[in-house]
């Protein structure tokens, strides 16, 4: 089965801070796919990035960057010099292809809250 | 370039009534899948459809939803009867056809359309 834990339910910082966000993943399929996506407060999903399994090469997109370490099955994001417009619930997700198709499983997200 | 097109943005019934919610794919995807959020919960997969044909709706309710997405116009998600827990967002997602095991583009989503049963 495919799970995805955010363990991390609310966070909340002071503009300028770094914060990570935290993903752990358990999935049996050797080739899978991850995501992040950013729901703001007006409710819709904005997709951030999709790894696939066979690429660890850490990414950095401006002030966004994610760690992927298949050996802890993490797929961590961090936000440097955080601002308030980044306030919203971040999803991580999962797509499996061999056991699970073309469903994505999300976590349960993290409420981040920059403060000003 | 359109997005992922979903509407109504807001939708309220009573109980007892029935709700269709509509979603256009981006343009030259085939597939389309929806989900389901729960107040305070992430998104959990209900059906994935391409035209004409339903793939997986392993995570449709058994009564009351139905989804279709035939092969002209939007895919169509239809709750009949609805309940005060049926209350949620609901997105729609599309993407290219899948080819060889491999997916060959991110899951794009629509802006959600917000139910609320009163």
């Known amino acids: 089965a495919q799970k995805v834990t955010q363990a991390q339910t609310e966070i909340s910082v002071v503009e300028k801070e770094d914060v990570t966000l935290d993903c752990v993943y358990e999935?049996?399929?050797?080739?899978?796919?991850l995501f992040w996506y950013k729901q703001p407060p007006s409710g819709e999903l904005v997709f951030l990035i999709r790894?696939?399994?066979?690429?660890?090469q850490n990414e950095i997109s401006g002030r966004y960057s994610w760690n992927f370490q298949k050996s802890t099955s993490s797929f961590n994001f961090t936000i440097t010099a955080s601002q308030v417009v980044d306030s919203a619930v971040y999803f991580c997700a999962l797509l499996g292809g061999e056991t699970s198709g073309s469903r994505l499983t999300f976590g349960e997200g993290t409420q981040l809250t920059v403060n000003p | 370039n359109a997005g992922v097109m979903q509407n109504p943005r807001h939708l309220v019934r009573r109980r007892g009534q029935e709700a269709r919610l509509r979603c256009s794919p981006m343009k030259g995807h085939s597939h389309v899948y929806w989900y389901r959020q729960l107040p305070e919960e992430g998104l959990k997969f209900m059906v994935y459809l391409q035209k004409e044909n339903i793939i997986d709706e392993s995570g449709m309710p058994k009564e009351r939803f139905s989804a279709e997405f035939p092969k002209e116009g939007p895919s169509i998600l239809r709750i009949q009867q609805v309940v005060r827990g049926d209350s949620a967002a609901y997105f729609c997602a599309s993407s290219r056809a899948v080819t060889g095991g491999t997916y060959n583009s991110p899951l794009h989503f629509g802006n959600g359309t917000r139910l609320t049963v009163t």
């Open positions: 999935t049996r399929d050797t080739t899978y796919y």
């Open positions: 790894r696939n399994s066979f690429d660890e």
